[in-house]
């Protein structure tokens, strides 16, 4: 039997409550086995200054997942992968066991068009997406959304599905979750500190993450 997987890509600059809440909600939803937190080396659609090092963003995920069946990981990092269209392509040769769905906030599919080759990635593995205040009439009017509509399914039958198929748009909906990384770091700019000169262990890859590696 294949092990059903969400993939929540993101800076996780740093992670907090907010992601874990997210996650356990969509994984209860989906049906879902486990999910991973693919912590990014680079967004290509976010500047690098005020970035924190790899390993204090990896740290921060492994933290908050916590006794949860989520798996934080920097496997971008030794795919040498720096899109989202490539990175599942790995996962999927890589790990041909498992059935993936791709999990974003609302906020993600209103530029969602801007991504390389959005397209291939909806006909790759189905997406959810979770409503995120202040981000789902944009959503809802993108190009992207435009596209995908007419994929739309609900939680209910996804969970039934006895294979996935793609392209699929599950529209999730929950309780409004008010924390945010941006905050965080408006609070404490340098929240990272806590963890220089640190190094933890990837628990997908079993690779060794030191803080000079990033540096």
Same mark, same amino acid.
Request: hydrophobic content about 40%; cysteine-free.
């Given at each position: 039997?294949?092990?059903?997987?969400g993939l929540?890509?993101?800076?996780?600059?740093?992670a907090?409550g907010?992601?874990?809440r997210i996650?356990?909600?969509?994984?209860?939803?989906?049906?879902?086995?486990?999910?991973?937190?693919?912590?990014?080396?680079?967004?290509?659609?976010?500047?690098?200054?005020?970035?924190?090092?790899?390993?204090? /963003?990896? @740290?921060?995920?492994?933290?908050? #997942? &916590?006794?949860? %069946? *989520?798996?934080?990981t +920097?496997i971008?990092?030794?795919? $040498?992968?720096?899109?989202?269209?490539?990175?599942?392509?790995?996962?999927?040769?890589?790990?041909p066991?498992?059935?993936?769905?791709w999990?974003?906030?609302?906020?993600?599919?209103?530029?969602?068009? /801007?991504? @390389?080759?959005?397209?291939?990635? #909806? &006909?790759?593995? %189905? *997406?959810?997406?979770? +409503?995120?205040?202040?981000?789902? $009439?944009?959503?809802?009017?993108?190009?992207?959304?435009?596209?995908?509509?007419?994929?739309?399914?609900?939680?209910?039958?996804?969970?039934?599905?006895?294979q996935?198929?793609?392209?699929?748009?599950v529209?999730l909906?929950?309780?409004?979750?008010?924390?945010?990384?941006?905050a965080i770091?408006r609070?404490?700019?340098?929240?990272?500190?806590?963890?220089?000169?640190?190094?933890?262990?990837?628990?997908?890859?079993?690779?060794?993450?030191?803080?000079?590696?990033?540096?």
């Amino acid at each position: 039997m294949l092990l059903r997987t969400g993939l929540l890509g993101g800076s996780f600059n740093p992670a907090h409550g907010g992601h874990r809440r997210i996650t356990r909600f969509t994984i209860d939803a989906l049906g879902l086995d486990e999910a991973w937190w693919l912590v990014s080396p680079g967004n290509p659609l976010k500047p690098r200054k005020g970035m924190a090092p790899l390993v204090a /963003r990896l @740290k921060s995920a492994e933290k908050q #997942a &916590r006794r949860a %069946p *989520i798996v934080p990981t +920097a496997i971008e990092r030794e795919l $040498g992968t720096r899109y989202t269209v490539d990175t599942i392509r790995a996962l999927k040769r890589r790990y041909p066991k498992r059935e993936f769905v791709w999990l974003m906030g609302s906020d993600n599919l209103a530029q969602f068009h /801007r991504w @390389k080759r959005w397209r291939d990635i #909806a &006909r790759t593995m %189905p *997406i959810a997406v979770i +409503a995120r205040p202040g981000y789902n $009439g944009a959503a809802m009017a993108s190009p992207a959304m435009a596209w995908l509509r007419r994929y739309t399914v609900s939680a209910a039958s996804f969970r039934k599905r006895g294979q996935w198929s793609a392209p699929a748009l599950v529209l999730l909906r929950f309780d409004p979750d008010p924390r945010s990384a941006t905050a965080i770091r408006r609070a404490n700019a340098d929240w990272a500190s806590d963890y220089r000169g640190a190094a933890v262990r990837d628990r997908l890859t079993f690779s060794l993450i030191q803080d000079r590696e990033d540096a």
